[in-house]
Nanobody, 113 residues
Framework: VQLVESGGSLAQPGGSLRLSCAAS????????MTWVRQAPGKGLEWVSS????????NYVESVKGRFTISRDDAQSTLFLEMKNLKAEDTAVYYC???????WGQGTQVTVSS
């Protein structure tokens, strides 16, 4: 099983980024998926999750209205659309299967002017 994140970059406050997580080696469409982040010097923070079929999505309060999780089961890919980025969004972002059985290697998002 592989989960490979991409799309992390340096962005300005108020800017946007779109993260992708390409999955292989598992029946992606049957898995609920999640994004987790780790800010510098801090612990892991759950950000968002999406169930199998994408009929239910959830977000941590701090990103509601700014981040959107979505998935393309045909491409076995999970996305995180991030808008109106803030400095406090700076972190390494990981995708994982719900329950954290499988994790990606992470992608760095830095929000700074």
């Amino acid at each position: 099983v592989q989960l490979v994140e991409s799309g992390g970059s340096l962005a300005q406050p108020g800017g946007s980024l779109r993260l992708s997580c390409a999955a292989s080696g598992l029946p992606f469409s049957t898995y609920s998926m999640t994004w987790v982040r780790q800010a510098p010097g801090k612990g892991l923070e759950w950000v968002s999750s999406c169930n199998s079929g994408a009929t239910s999505t959830n977000y941590v309060e701090s990103v509601k209205g700014r981040f959107t999780i979505s998935r393309d089961d045909a491409q076995s890919t999970l996305f995180l659309e991030m808008k109106n980025l803030k400095a406090e969004d700076t972190a390494v972002y990981y995708c994982a299967t719900w329950g954290a059985t499988y994790w990606g290697q992470g992608t760095q998002v830095t929000v700074s002017s």
